[in-house]
């Protein structure tokens, strides 16, 4: 597939995405006002399944996740695609660092999927314990990034473990159940993924989230620009067209 091709696709990816989201916003909004729980709970399921497709995201699960209500879901943290994709097979709501609740978009997104936010730092751990605490107790299942951020996904950073005394609590007199997940992303478009191929899919270290995603949005308008100019000008016009149709 050419350049221009694989870019056609991505343009008609970020419109169905949202025309997805725009769908969805209004209907998950409205469950959480007039109390629909199932639909609470389950839309996002179906919205994230939905999003996967759309993205070209393959989820292949193994093992078997908890029916547990409510379930403590402790995973690591590889890329900003990891709501995505625990979000499709967990129903659940994520816990998530204070700023996401401010991002243009995803916080939105994120408050109306009942995200827990926190604040990492350490004299306010004791608070953040009793939210989670409260939500656990309420029955909600929640997934929680231990990590604090995500990285490279070639290693695990350490965990934080100030968040985990939230486990302590009993539900019906029984132990809280956590599982722990594991997510990896190990092939793009079937090539395996080596450590030069994860700055396209993962913000980590000391990279912002914006600049990642403007780095990227300036390689797509080069290369677009590039397979434009040589379409116009007749340069491998008949192999573009026809690689495209």
């Not at 709501?93 to 109306?112: I, T």
Request: charged fraction near 20%; charge should be positive.
């Amino acid at each position: 597939m050419t350049r221009l091709a694989t870019h056609g696709l991505s343009l008609v990816r970020l419109v169905l995405y949202l025309a997805l989201t725009a769908t969805a916003l209004p209907v998950q909004a409205m469950a959480l006002a007039f109390g629909w729980p199932r639909v609470a709970v389950q839309l996002p399921l179906v919205y994230h399944r939905l999003v996967c497709r759309v993205l070209g995201l393959s989820v292949r699960k193994c093992g078997k996740i908890s029916t547990a209500r409510p379930t403590l879901f402790v995973s690591n943290h590889a890329s900003y695609l990891d709501v995505e994709v625990l979000g499709a097979v967990i129903p659940g709501s994520f816990v998530a660092k204070s700023e996401v609740k401010n991002w243009p978009v995803f916080g939105v997104l994120a408050q109306l999927q009942r995200t827990v936010f926190v604040d990492r730092r350490v004299r306010s751990s004791a608070q953040q314990r009793d939210s989670l605490t409260g939500r656990l107790q309420a029955g909600d299942s929640l997934i929680l990034f231990p990590e604090g951020t995500s990285n490279d996904g070639n290693r695990l950073r350490p965990f934080k473990s100030a968040l985990f005394s939230a486990a302590e609590i009993r539900v019906n007199d029984a132990a809280l159940v956590v599982q722990p997940v594991t997510i990896a992303y190990v092939r793009l478009n079937g090539t395996p993924i080596g450590r030069h191929m994860r700055p396209y899919f993962a913000c980590y270290g000391d990279m912002a989230l914006a600049n990642h995603l403007w780095c990227l949005a300036e390689h797509c308008e080069r290369v677009i620009a590039d397979a434009l100019a040589r379409a116009n000008s007749g340069r491998n016009a008949e192999t573009v067209l026809a690689d495209a149709a």
